[in-house]
């Protein structure tokens, strides 16, 4: 059965760029998911679905609320996996997540809590509206196939700056999230087309990056220039590498003086003096 798979497709298109080695994702496509079901939203009022809608500052009563709801899937796991780079087993690894408190997979809890987000940014007040702060506690967990139902309530009114009560709940009334969030309400009207996002494809245990580095490893570390690495972050995916096997690097930079400052830097955040990382000093006639 293919799924087309649309909801967060836009965010794993920004993670497909980090290389992260748990799902291979191309654009478009079909979410190759047998047996897994699509994720669903249904507003708790007839929404308009090809136009989004704010409510400004005036419009908002105490006690006014919007709600969604939301089953996660396998999927949602695997995609907020490769959007913030969490590689926690407790959510990735059903060997290791049955060893634990919780006796299986369950999904993180900023996933509810992005949910909240969808609905400040799209609902109450929607679009206009600016995330001042967020409080949240995650009252219990949310397991493949649970079905959460989220709600934002107003706390006051007649002002710009408005407290919303966030809260979830699962199929069986039990609270898994709550908190308080904080936004400035938009004080103009806005309606505005919904956005076409992009497909997602998903192939899962390709590991391809895996693969890689275990065909490469035997291979030895091969001499590897970092040019003008003039300071200590940009150069840490090099120190990485080297640290795994892979590449000696020389990490050259444009005068003496950068190079001092550079090695004082990864003196102190990676001891690469006992490492063997090389540096080199380019003169400035070259």
């Known amino acids: 059965m293919n799924v ?15 290389g ?24 708790s009022q007839p929404d308009n679905l090809g136009t989004l809608c704010n409510r400004i500052c005036d419009e908002i009563a105490v006690g006014g609320a919007e709600s969604m709801e939301c089953t996660l899937t396998t999927w949602d796991i695997q995609l907020y996996a490769i959007l913030s780079g969490d590689e926690n087993p407790q959510h990735l690894d059903e060997q290791f997540a049955a060893s634990t408190r ?7 809890g900023m996933w509810a809590g992005a949910l909240i987000s969808v609905l400040i940014g799209t609902r109450l007040p929607g679009p206009g509206s600016i995330y001042l702060g967020q409080k949240l506690k995650f009252r219990a967990p949310v397991r ?66 895996q693969r890689l580095l275990k065909h490469v490893r035997p291979l030895g570390a091969t001499c590897v220039a970092v040019v003008h690495s003039c300071d200590a972050l940009s150069v840490l995916a090099a120190l990485d590498a080297h640290a ?43």
Not at 4 to 18: F, H
Not at 21 to 43: H, I, K, W
Not at 259 to 280: E, F, H
């Open 244 to 286: 795994a096997g892979l590449i000696e690097p020389v990490l050259v930079v444009p005068d003496l003086e950068s190079g001092n400052m550079l090695a004082k830097q990864l003196a102190y955040i990676s001891d690469a003096a006992s490492t063997g990382v090389v540096l080199a000093a380019k003169c400035r006639s070259c």
């Open 102 to 108: 919780f006796h299986g997979v369950i999904g993180d």
């Open 4 to 18: 087309t798979y649309t909801r967060l497709s836009e965010r794993a298109k920004s993670a497909a760029s980090l």
């Open 144 to 209: 493949i196939g649970d079905t959460l139902t989220i709600t934002v309530t107003a706390r006051n009114e007649n002002t710009r700056r408005v407290r919303l009560a966030c809260r979830g709940v699962n199929q069986d009334g039990q609270a898994v999230i709550e908190g308080d969030a904080e936004v400035t309400a938009p004080d103009a009207r806005i309606e505005h087309p919904r956005a076409t996002l992009p497909e997602v494809s998903l192939s899962v245990g390709c590991g391809g990056l």
């Open 20 to 43: 992260v080695a748990l799902n291979e994702v191309s654009f478009p496509g079909d979410l190759y998911a047998e047996d897994q079901p699509m994720t669903t939203t249904t507003a």
